[in-house]
C-alpha cells in the first residue's frame, strides 16, 4: 500500500493484568503516569461518563495570582491559565509563571498561555489596580501623556495618536459598552469627555470611537505585531508558554510569520492560536482557521465591530468551521461578566454558557471574572456546574448524529488516520464503551477522536509534554504521559498496565485502543490500529 501504513481492527475480549511477569514490567513506572490530579479525582468520583469535556481557560491577574488562589483554580478544574500581556510587568508574568510550574509538580497539568497586546488596539487606563466606577455627567480626561499612578479623573492612552481624526461630537466606548463618553473638545492630542452611559472602567481597558452609529474606522500601518508583542513574544519563549494567542489577526499571513519564527526560535513546540476580533477576520475566518492551530473567539472586540444580533450566530459559525478544520475553539469574554461584582451570575448569563458548550466549543474563558473579580473561584463553579449538564443533556438528546463530516486529509497516510478516529468515535457510541485511549506522540489522531465528540472521555498516552499541554485545549481529551516506544503492542499492554496500577480502570470496563505511532526508522512501516479490550 502506497505509504507504507498498515491499518486493522482487532477485538480482544479478555485481557488478563494479573500477570506477574506483566506486573513486574509496573516496578518504578507508576510514577510516570502523568494524569492530571483533578481529572483523575472526578474519574473516581464520577466514572468515565461523569467527566467533564469541555476546558476552561482562566485569565490570571490580581485577583487570582497568589498561589493559595491559583490552587484554588486549579482544583476547580482551570485546564489553561492564560496572562494577558497587556496588564501588568514582565517580572510579574514570570512570578506567575513560576507558580503554575510548581503546581504541575504537585501533580496538575495547567498549560499556559500568553496573550499579545497588538498593535492596532486601543488602551486606556485609569491608573487604579481595581475597576473603577464611572458616574453619568462626570468630565474625563484622555490623554496620551506618559505618567506614574493615577490622577482623578484622567485616563492614559498606550497610543500616542489615539485621537487622531476623532472629532467633537464622537463617542468612546469602553470594552464594548462597560460605559460611554462623548467628546467635549480636543485639546492637542487630548480629548475632554464627558460620561454618557455610566458603568464600570476595567484597568487598561480597551476603547473604540463611534460617530452618527458607526465605528469610527481608522486605517492603520502597523502591524499586527508591534515591537512590545515581539518582546513579549520573546519572553513567552524563554518560559516556555504552551500557547500565544495573537490579537486583530486580519490574516492567515500574520499567523503564518509567527509560526515560522516559533520554529526557528524556540525548540518547544508552541501553539498559536488565532483571535477572532474584527471584521475583517471574519472575512478571511477559513484562511485564518486553517493557518492556525486553534481560534479564540473574543466577543467582546468583535461585538464592537459587528452588529451585537449578530454576535450569536457568528459564535456558532466560528466552532463549526474550527471543528470541520479540526482546530480548538475558546468561547472568550463576558461569559458571567456580572461576577466581576456579584457572587451570583445572571440566568442569561447560564444560557449563554449552555449554548456554547452545546454547540460544542472545545474551551470556555473567564476574564476579567478570575483576573479582578471578587469571585473567580465561584465563577469558574458555575461554568463546571453549567458545562456538566449540558454536556450530559447532549449525551442524552445524542446530538453528536448532528455533527458534520468534512475529510481532511489529501494524502493517503492522513486520509486513514481520519478514517480510523471517525470509525472510532461511532464505534465507542454504538459499543458504549467505557473509555477511548489513543498512543499519540504528536497528538493528531486524538484530537482527530475530538473532533468526533464521542460519548467516553479520550485518554491521550503521550511521551511529548508538549503535546500533553497542547492536548489541554482538546474538547474530552486527558493527556496522560507515558514512556513510548516504536512497539505498539507493548505501548498498548504498558498504557493499560498504567492505568488500573492507579485505579482508573477496573474488572468489567470495556475500552477502545486507537494507535497512532510512527516508527523512528523512515524504512519501517506505520501502523494505526483499533482494538477493543475487556478488563479483567
Keep these: 500500500m502506497k505509504g507504507r501504513v498498515v491499518t ?78 497587556c496588564h501588568n510587568t514582565k517580572e510579574w508574568h514570570y512570578g506567575v509563571i513560576r507558580k503554575i510550574k510548581k503546581l504541575n509538580e504537585k501533580g496538575f497539568c495547567i498549560s499556559v498561555m500568553i496573550d499579545t497586546e497588538g498593535s492596532q488596539i486601543h488602551v486606556v487606563d485609569h491608573g487604579a489596580p481595581s475597576s473603577v466606577k464611572v458616574e453619568d455627567g462626570s468630565n474625563w480626561l484622555f490623554t496620551a501623556e506618559k505618567f506614574e499612578g493615577s490622577r482623578p479623573f484622567t485616563v492614559q492612552a498606550s497610543y500616542g495618536g489615539f485621537s487622531e481624526g476623532i472629532q467633537v461630537g464622537d463617542s468612546i466606548v469602553i470594552d464594548g459598552g462597560m460605559a460611554s463618553f462623548e467628546v467635549m473638545e480636543k485639546i492637542g492630542n487630548d480629548l475632554s469627555c464627558k460620561c454618557t452611559d455610566p458603568g464600570l472602567f476595567l484597568p487598561r481597558a480597551k476603547c473604540s470611537f463611534w460617530r452618527d452609529g458607526r465605528l469610527v474606522v481608522r486605517k492603520h500601518e502597523s502591524p499586527t505585531l508591534s515591537s512590545k508583542d515581539w518582546s513579549d513574544i520573546e519572553f513567552g519563549i524563554s518560559e516556555g508558554v504552551d500557547f500565544i494567542a495573537l490579537s486583530f489577526v486580519n ?112 474551551a470556555l474563558m473567564l476574564c476579567g471574572e478570575s483576573a479582578i473579580g471578587s469571585y473567580g473561584q465561584k465563577a469558574l463553579s458555575v461554568l463546571q456546574i453549567a458545562s456538566s449538564r449540558m454536556e450530559l443533556w447532549s449525551r442524552e438528546e445524542n446530538r453528536k448524529h448532528f455533527l458534520p463530516q468534512h475529510q481532511l486529509g489529501v494524502s493517503l497516510h492522513d486520509r486513514i488516520a481520519e478514517e480510523i478516529c471517525n470509525s472510532a468515535a461511532e464505534l465507542a457510541n454504538k459499543l458504549s464503551v467505557d473509555a477511548i485511549f489513543v498512543l499519540t506522540k504528536q497528538g493528531h489522531m486524538a484530537s482527530l477522536l475530538s473532533r468526533n465528540r464521542p460519548s467516553p472521555p479520550i485518554f491521550a498516552l503521550t511521551n511529548e509534554d508538549s503535546t500533553r499541554m497542547a492536548l489541554n485545549l482538546q474538547w474530552g481529551v486527558f493527556p496522560l504521559r507515558i514512556d513510548l516506544s516504536d512497539d505498539i503492542e507493548a505501548n498498548i499492554s504498558r498504557g493499560i498496565e498504567l492505568v488500573k496500577s492507579k485505579g482508573l480502570v477496573k474488572q468489567g470496563d470495556f475500552v477502545l485502543m486507537v494507535s497512532e505511532i510512527s516508527p523512528a526508522r523512515a524504512a519501517s512501516m506505520a501502523s494505526q490500529s483499533i482494538q477493543l479490550k475487556s478488563i479483567v
Design 8 to 85: 486493522g481492527v482487532k477485538a480482544t475480549m479478555q485481557v488478563d493484568l494479573e500477570d506477574d511477569e506483566r506486573l513486574k514490567r509496573l516496578d518504578g513506572l507508576e510514577a510516570t503516569l502523568g494524569l492530571d490530579v483533578v481529572a483523575e479525582r472526578e474519574l473516581k468520583e464520577k466514572g468515565f461518563l461523569g467527566m467533564r469535556k469541555t476546558k476552561f481557560v482562566c485569565t490570571i491577574g490580581p485577583a487570582c495570582c497568589a498561589t493559595e488562589d491559583l490552587e484554588k483554580l486549579a482544583l476547580e478544574g482551570m485546564n489553561i491559565a492564560r496572562l494577558n500581556m
Design 251 to 362: 490574516s492567515a499571513d500574520s499567523v503564518k510569520h509567527l509560526k515560522s519564527y516559533l520554529s526557528a526560535k524556540s525548540a518547544k513546540s508552541v501553539r498559536v492560536l488565532a483571535k477572532i476580533e474584527s471584521l475583517e477576520s471574519l472575512q478571511n475566518l477559513e484562511e485564518i482557521i486553517e493557518a492556525s492551530d486553534g481560534i479564540m473567539v473574543a466577543r467582546g472586540d468583535l461585538g464592537v465591530e459587528i452588529p451585537l444580533e449578530q454576535i450569536p450566530a457568528v459564535q456558532e459559525e466560528i466552532t463549526s468551521v474550527c471543528r470541520e478544520l479540526n482546530k480548538p475553539v475558546i468561547v472568550a469574554s463576558q461569559l458571567l461578566e456580572s461576577m466581576v461584582e456579584y457572587p451570583t451570575p445572571t440566568r442569561a448569563e447560564v444560557a449563554d454558557v449552555s449554548e456554547a458548550v452545546r454547540q460544542y466549543a472545545d
